[in-house]
């Protein structure tokens, strides 16, 4: 776990703020919709209160000394001669595609995909690599972080916290169970998690006292499970997915949007 540490916004009155949440695009894979992440990254290239954390499995990762690896799978434009050096041909690939936004990036953290295959490719050092590059802060698997948004004199801090997300689950109901699970036991305002391939959020309300014991308020956390950019079914290959019998996941990453003063917490795909 890393205390990935504070950032401070100047914002104004009654503003929102809009926190993306990057994870699960699976570049590399046939399967990925890449355009729909190009989009995407467009989005909060042009959006002026934008800032972004990223919850991990940017890329697919599989490379040809992995259990999992399928030719048929392998987008075609990835030539024999570049599974030579996988692991620095996938991060070269996400670097180029977060550089128009690497300004906006807090922090980034690794999923699954990222962890096996730095470990097949024996090249840890590709990912502190990437991160420098990019010049955000490095989230591991799960990090907690505060925002601070200042506005006057007075500081609206929100604690976030960010883990890859663990586990499986294809119905509603298991995803809203593991969700839980983890804003029930890391404490924060916003929690980010990814790799179950689902859109879904869970707000909880809290009830407790102001801070100078002068009223009863109410406060919710929000807890978002961030969907992803992997289609379960793809025209010309049968995926991991498809085999499985998945059911089709809707495509998309979140923006949560955050009122600072009255503490609103909302999400849209
Ligand atoms: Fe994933």
């Not at 690939?93 to 295959?117: C, Q, R, T």
């Not at 502190?128 to 925002?147: N, P, R, S, V």
Request: charged content about 25%.
């Amino acid at each position: 776990m890393e205390r990935v540490g504070r950032f401070r916004f100047k914002c104004k009155k009654d503003s929102v703020q809009h926190l993306y949440q990057i994870t699960d695009v699976h570049l590399l894979s046939m399967a990925c919709a890449q355009n729909k992440f190009e989009e995407y990254l467009y989005q909060i290239k042009n959006d002026p209160v934008a800032i972004v954390i990223g919850t991990g499995d940017y890329i697919e990762g599989i490379s040809y000394n992995d259990i999992r690896f399928s030719p048929s799978e392998m987008p075609v434009k990835v030539r024999v001669c570049d599974l030579a050096d996988y692991g620095k041909y996938s991060f070269d690939l996400l670097y180029d595609m977060l550089k128009p936004i690497a300004s906006k990036i807090l922090a980034l953290g690794f999923g699954n995909h990222e962890y096996v295959l730095l470990d097949k490719t024996k090249s840890p050092h590709l990912w502190k690599d990437f991160i420098a590059k990019i010049g955000c802060k490095d989230l591991q698997y799960t990090g907690m972080l505060d925002l601070i948004f200042q506005n006057g004199v007075r500081d609206h801090i929100f604690r976030v916290a960010a883990h890859h997300g663990a586990g499986w689950a294809q119905k509603p109901g298991g995803v809203a169970i593991r969700l839980e699970d983890f804003m029930s036991g890391i404490d924060s305002d916003i929690f980010l998690m990814g790799h179950l391939h689902k859109q879904m959020y869970q707000k909880l309300e809290v009830v407790g006292c102001d801070p100078s014991m002068t009223k009863i308020i109410s406060t919710h956390r929000l807890g978002v499970v961030g969907g992803s950019f992997l289609r379960t079914y793809t025209e010309g290959v049968s995926t991991y997915a498809e085999k499985r019998g998945y059911r089709p996941t809707p495509l998309g990453n979140p923006c949560i949007t955050i009122q600072p003063e009255t503490r609103q917490l909302g999400v849209q795909w």
